[in-house]
DNA sequence: TTGAAAGCGCTACCAC
DNA sequence: GTGGTAGCGCTTTCAA
């Protein structure tokens, strides 16, 4: 750099930071004496460039402190690399792996993360019209929405996935764990324990992942002429555990000797209260099951016995599957199942 | 609508659709035979248009399935109404509610999060420049940035808030947890529960939050003359708290009666190893405190003693700060410390 | 390889 | 209250 260019680029520098202005691609150009064009190449990757270019610019812009506006970027490209995760505050709190890995396998392909989080599961109508406002190149939903609300995606043609859970009547991408063969196997394994008198914990009544694990259960239940079942709702909180133990035996005198829960946390809950509450032996005496593999499951204290979702490949194949379709809106919708990993733990 | 105008309304509808193209203000404009800078300020919350007008608008643009481009929006406001959270795995892990907290709070105020998440807390550099290059607003952080690093925001006139960290050589805004405080505090408590052979358990090397905690631990146990402490390097996780108890006892021959935990999470891993691999009655042979007001802290196999962080309270302060200098960014740094609350338990 | 010019969709300012 | 016009910062033709 001679001393008059670098000269020039302080003046530059100089009234930027005067205007208390960011530098923009002109601004660069103007210092280095090139053209516009020739800065914004100098930022895309292969692009045709000379060396010399190349580095006067780096140059030039690593003292004025240029960075490309992404934002501006989106408008010309109509791609704004960031996609909209909407997920259930249930969801998170209780299984925050999902979020890290989905950061993490996004992150990866330099793509960020716009993060909505739902209050109640029936809470996404207001947020979709805000994800379509910002542009995402598409949407991971760990959330039920209304076939009306899936449709309004699929005719925006904003590519998504959706996350443990999937609808029959929309034709749509999904990764799953297979909830219903998952809660079929425990059901298997409490009868094999000699279990006799089942009861159910569920999810809120608005979770369809609840739903559909609480039908494998009754389904398999049902099959194996078990048909005097205690079903009680609960919200996924390690206190309606507690309390949906507490209430089914003390107020609607229900003895069970088997519990199914509609996750792990209730099922901790549910352990808590029946050696602390009622001082059963677990599982001598009550037999208790979740589903998830949440962290807490596998302490010492607990050592439940549950259905393991294998989240690092559902995120993996989820992040997959949504940016496939970005790259290449045409391809069909594509489902992706995974079998949950059978837990033994010592509940059972 | 007359009939002619709704045709061509339909007309125009109908020709997106064949391009494939989303509806713009122009679009819109088109339709409905206004201009566009009409369709722009019926969008525009207190914008100064006709009722007619404005009904008129919202009817085509809800034909047209018209949002404004919030991207094109930011252009030129130079505003994204998105700020960026940089928070580490171990956060979000360990203490969910945050993220869930403060997305509740932004959007509430119409604010989207940008969600950076770092394997480790020394992983910032990478996610700084594209956290300037997506031109959020604001940044909350929930990691340990250098000093360098943040004067890098410091300089480039990005507000932010530093989340239970702060700098003592360059002005910040913070929310804290008063960590020190809580330490000695928990130290008082175990001195007067007689205990008398005190061990620490830290977080890892590069958190400063366990670094903090630690240090008050450690200030308040000299000043009462107690130095002979054992100090054993943990990673805040379950496992690590489990085989930092065990490896001191039976590798360091170190037997002690308190054990000062840097989170609770690590807390808990201890107990379990306590009760399970040394057949400890907690807290009768041994206290085990911990730090934050986990979730599971609260579980009846645990009622782990610990002090709680006013989580809500703080998370609030944050997007507060946060958004006032936003606003106006000529506000100097304010930093916010709240006491935790002493939680008993039943592990002291 | 380089530069000029158009334009992504919007807001803001200005006349009227 | 309404419409015309400029321009946010960038990528992308198209000539040179």
Same mark, same amino acid.
């Given at each position: 750099?001679?001393?008059?260019?670098?000269?020039?680029?302080?003046?530059?520098?100089?009234?930027?930071?005067?205007?208390?202005?960011?530098?923009?691609?002109?601004?660069?150009?103007?210092?280095?004496?090139?053209?516009?064009?020739?800065?914004?190449?100098?930022?895309?990757?292969?692009?045709?460039?000379?060396?010399?270019?190349?580095?006067?610019?780096?140059?030039?812009?690593?003292?004025?402190?240029?960075?490309?506006?992404?934002?501006?970027?989106?408008?010309?490209?109509?791609?704004?690399?960031?996609?909209?995760?909407?997920?259930?505050?249930?969801?998170?709190?209780?299984?925050?792996?999902?979020?890290?890995?989905?950061?993490?396998?996004?992150?990866?392909?330099?793509?960020?993360?716009?993060?909505?989080?739902?209050?109640?599961?029936?809470?996404?109508?207001?947020?979709?019209?805000?994800?379509?406002?910002?542009?995402?190149?598409?949407?991971?939903?760990?959330?039920?929405?209304?076939?009306?609300?899936?449709?309004?995606?699929?005719?925006?043609?904003?590519?998504?996935?959706?996350?443990?859970?999937?609808?029959?009547?929309?034709?749509?991408?999904?990764?799953?764990?297979?909830?219903?063969?998952?809660?079929?196997?425990?059901?298997?394994?409490?009868?094999?324990?000699?279990?006799?008198?089942?009861?159910?914990?569920?999810?809120?009544?608005?979770?369809?992942?609840?739903?559909?694990?609480?039908?494998?259960?009754?389904?398999?239940?049902?099959?194996?002429?078990? /048909?005097?079942?205690?079903?009680?709702?609960?919200?996924?909180?390690?206190?309606?555990?507690?309390?949906?133990?507490?209430?089914?035996?003390?107020?609607?005198?229900?003895?069970?000797?088997?519990?199914?829960?509609?996750?792990?946390?209730?099922? %901790?809950?549910?352990?808590?209260?029946?050696?602390?509450?009622?001082?059963?032996?677990?599982?001598?005496?009550?037999?208790?099951?979740?589903?998830?593999?949440?962290?807490?499951?596998?302490?010492?204290?607990?050592?439940?016995?549950?259905?393991?979702?294998?989240?690092?490949?559902?995120?993996?194949?989820?992040?997959?599957? %949504?940016?496939?379709?970005?790259?290449?809106?045409? %391809?069909?919708?594509?489902?992706?199942?995974? /079998?949950?990993?059978?837990?033994?733990?010592?509940? %059972?």
């Amino acid at each position: 750099m001679t001393k008059s260019q670098d000269k020039h680029v302080l003046y530059v520098k100089e009234e930027l930071a005067q205007n208390n202005q960011r530098a923009t691609s002109y601004d660069v150009a103007r210092a280095a004496g090139v053209s516009q064009s020739a800065v914004s190449r100098c930022f895309k990757p292969g692009a045709s460039v000379s060396e010399k270019m190349r580095k006067r610019v780096q140059e030039v812009a690593t003292v004025l402190g240029y960075q490309p506006n992404a934002i501006a970027r989106s408008l010309i490209t109509r791609r704004s690399n960031m996609v909209a995760v909407v997920i259930n505050n249930d969801t998170n709190l209780y299984y925050p792996e999902l979020l890290v890995e989905l950061s993490r396998d996004f992150n990866e392909r330099g793509v960020h993360m716009l993060l909505f989080t739902l209050e109640h599961e029936s809470d996404v109508a207001n947020i979709l019209d805000q994800v379509w406002q910002y542009q995402v190149d598409g949407v991971i939903l760990a959330a039920q929405l209304s076939d009306t609300q899936l449709s309004f995606l699929g005719q925006r043609d904003i590519p998504f996935v959706y996350y443990n859970r999937t609808s029959d009547s929309i034709p749509c991408s999904s990764v799953q764990c297979d909830h219903f063969e998952g809660e079929r196997l425990l059901v298997d394994k409490l009868i094999a324990a000699k279990r006799k008198r089942f009861c159910i914990i569920t999810g809120p009544s608005d979770s369809s992942v609840s739903a559909t694990r609480m039908q494998g259960a009754l389904k398999r239940l049902h099959e194996l002429d078990i /048909s005097d079942v205690q079903i009680i709702e609960g919200d996924y909180s390690y206190h309606s555990g507690q309390e949906s133990l507490i209430s089914m035996i003390d107020e609607l005198d229900w003895q069970p000797d088997a519990v199914i829960c509609a996750n792990d946390i209730m099922a %901790l809950g549910c352990i808590d209260a029946a050696r602390n509450h009622f001082k059963f032996k677990v599982p001598k005496q009550i037999s208790i099951v979740g589903f998830d593999g949440a962290v807490p499951a596998s302490w010492q204290a607990y050592q439940l016995t549950t259905v393991t979702q294998p989240l690092e490949l559902m995120a993996q194949a989820a992040v997959d599957i %949504l940016m496939q379709r970005i790259e290449d809106p045409s %391809l069909p919708p594509e489902k992706r199942s995974f /079998s949950g990993v059978f837990s033994p733990g010592n509940t %059972l």
